[in-house]
């Protein structure tokens, strides 16, 4: 996704799906225009916080003005793909004719991302979004640290700032098979290759 500018906090976010950017989004765009977002419509165009923030582009690097800071929020994979898959399947958030067991999903993981277009973006890797070298960033925070990234933005801009975080499911997560997890690890080989430094496969 395109990365997100904002003036209030001098930071330029790099968004992944199901790493917190819908209310990451939400938080830039209040921060910057001082009332909260709601969806509105162009010319019978209906435009979203996707929309708006050119969801459907992968990782760039971008020229960030003077004294800005780039971030990026991160996720185990398998953790991020539960979610996905949750949002996708159980939460009915794509088209499948039927809600699929966890571990038949994964089975059939290939024809899913070859048939849909929202779940082959979705369950890309994390590096499709933030590139294959977290040097990249001046901070890189894990989902899990909320209240350090909400210290950070807020001393950044001066402001107190909460961040709930949006698109949650009310579902527990499934279980997976251990054959599912390793197809899973070897799949996201690269993310945890990645993310070494915040987080490691574990297949049991």
């Not at 765009?29 to 001082?34: A, P, Q, R, S």
């Not at 969801?55 to 979610?83: H, M, T």
């Not at 933005?153 to 390793?182: C, Q």
Request: glycine residues 4%.
């Amino acid at each position: 996704m395109a990365a997100i500018i904002c003036r209030k906090t001098r930071v330029a976010y790099f968004p992944a799906p199901k790493n917190g950017s819908t209310s990451l989004r939400r938080l830039f765009f209040e921060l910057e225009n001082g009332f909260q977002f709601r969806e509105f419509t162009i010319n019978g165009r209906p435009v979203d916080l996707f929309w708006l923030y050119r969801n459907q582009e992968l990782f760039k690097p971008v020229a960030v003005p003077a004294g800005y800071e780039k971030i990026a929020v991160v996720r185990d994979p398998v953790s991020r793909f539960l979610s996905n898959y949750t949002w996708l399947v159980t939460d009915r958030n794509d088209a499948f004719p039927e809600v699929r067991e966890i571990n038949d999903f994964v089975s059939s993981l290939e024809k899913i991302v070859q048939d849909s277009p929202k779940a082959r973006f979705h369950l890309m890797p994390q590096s499709a979004f933030l590139g294959t070298d977290l040097s990249y960033f001046d901070r890189v925070f894990k989902i899990e640290d909320t209240a350090e990234l909400c210290r950070y933005l807020s001393e950044r801009s001066g402001l107190k700032i909460d961040l709930p975080w949006e698109n949650r499911s009310g579902s527990n997560a499934p279980r997976l098979s251990k054959n599912s997890m390793r197809k899973l690890g070897k799949i996201y080989e690269g993310d945890y290759a990645l993310l070494h430094n915040f987080y490691a496969f574990q297949e049991s």
